[in-house]
């Protein structure tokens, strides 16, 4: 994320939220939020984002369960999709990258290293593949 990207962040805590939109918002990106995973899926097609942040534990509809709805939106099958997960359970991770995510962090997030390491996973997922 060299450039500006526009990430769509889906989180239920206000104070998670918050740090993740100012830190993303410092390095120059645009960050539209959902509350919960109905909204931040509608949000999603409208937007058609450079990358989704998602948290795991939502309200009502689950983490993985919004992931395997973004990704079955045609428009989005190339966007990543990277899990906030609050636990750091191997369990929890396999279920993320099953559900579709690219990649997941760990909760709370390191607001040193936060965006370098959203910008890593944004340049994995969008460069092209290299054979050996
Ligand atoms: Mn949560």
Redesign the pocket.
Not at 55 to 58: E, P
């Given at each position: 994320m060299t450039m500006a990207c526009t990430i769509l962040l889906i989180?239920?805590?206000d104070q998670?939220r918050y740090l993740a939109t100012f830190l993303l918002e410092r390095h120059g990106h645009r960050v539209v939020s959902a509350v919960d995973g109905a909204h931040g899926i509608a949000l999603a097609q409208t937007l058609t984002p450079d990358m989704v942040l998602l948290?795991?534990?939502?309200p009502v509809m689950d983490g993985y369960a919004v992931a395997r709805a973004l990704r079955a939106i045609p428009a989005l099958a190339a966007t990543p999709i990277v899990a906030v997960t609050?636990f750091a359970m191997i369990g929890d991770r396999e279920k993320a990258l099953d559900a579709g995510c690219a990649a997941y962090i760990e909760k709370p997030i390191d607001p040193e290293t936060f965006v370098s390491q959203l910008e890593t996973i944004a340049r994995r997922a969008h460069a092209p593949e290299v054979q050996p």
């Open positions: 989180e239920d805590n998670n948290d795991i534990q939502l609050s």
